[in-house]
């Protein structure tokens, strides 16, 4: 049971042709840190969701410690806006930053991402390849989470459910490379296999305030929201979230 992961460097695929090209599943970007939305996942996500094609999303992190990863999964949740993801919404972790900071300190980001994203009503993954992010993370501290794993040329030696296999895999009718995955575990062949989430209308997440500042001022709505129970704020933040439910410390 192979599958596809897709950024605007493909745009111009067509997903109506994955089941023909002997492909199962894709896995969509979503996001680049607290503030870079990719411009062609609406189009894809559209296209898998219209010929039944179960769809992840990642998020390519650059977050080195657990406010930023906050932040960045918050707005990851805002630009789904309740969207169902058969497959979750994996944490891609590959910047020199994220290698260079104690391993401890890894784990705490990745854990605050993954706390946020579950909050929210979504599976959560991590994708690393085994030499960097799997050197430096251990599987067991993720045992309830989609382990993706990009090892080129030969079959990882770490467990995982998602085996990233090459970057140079042909798909019908595009003429550029697309990258090739496996689905390893029966686990993930499970979530491959079962029947579309319907949307939810309500993603409550929990959130600290100083994460919404981050993910808010990256993304032009500040303004005069200075105050963290300020009429300014409460506006920016409706204006943020756009019909995404937010609680945090105990309050709405």
């Known amino acids: 049971m192979k599958g596809i992961d897709l950024s605007h460097y493909q745009e111009g695929l067509d997903l109506s042709n994955l089941k023909s090209g002997g492909y199962s599943f894709a896995i969509l970007k979503l996001s680049e840190g607290r503030g870079i939305p990719d411009a062609s996942f609406d189009k894809f996500y559209d296209m898998a969701r219209e010929h039944n094609i179960p769809v992840g999303a990642y998020v390519f992190s650059h977050a080195t410690n657990a406010s930023v990863a906050q932040a960045e ?7 789904l806006k309740g969207r169902p993801l058969q497959l ?5 972790i590959e910047t020199t930053g994220q290698m260079q900071i104690p391993k401890e300190q890894l784990k705490q980001t990745v854990t605050a991402f993954k706390d946020t994203i579950n909050r929210a009503g979504y599976d959560f993954g991590i994708y690393g390849s085994e030499y960097n992010a799997w050197s430096r993370l251990s599987t067991d501290d993720f045992a309830d989470c989609s382990i993706w794993v990009a090892h080129y040329g030969k079959a990882p030696e770490i467990p995982c459910d998602l085996w990233q296999q090459t970057d140079k895999g042909a798909f019908p009718g595009y003429y550029g490379a697309v990258d090739v995955d496996e689905a390893v575990s029966d686990r993930f062949k499970a979530l491959v296999s079962e029947p579309a989430p319907e949307p939810r209308e309500e993603y409550p997440v929990n959130v600290s305030i100083g994460a919404l500042q981050l993910v808010m001022k990256e993304n032009g709505y500040w303004g005069e929201a200075t105050g963290r129970y300020s009429s300014a704020f409460i506006k920016a933040l409706r204006d943020f979230a756009d019909g995404i439910e937010l609680t945090w410390e105990g309050r709405k």
């Not at 999964?73 to 630009?79: G, K, Q, R």
């Open 88 to 92: 979750g919404v994996f944490m891609d």
């Open 73 to 79: 999964a918050v707005y990851a949740i805002s630009l």
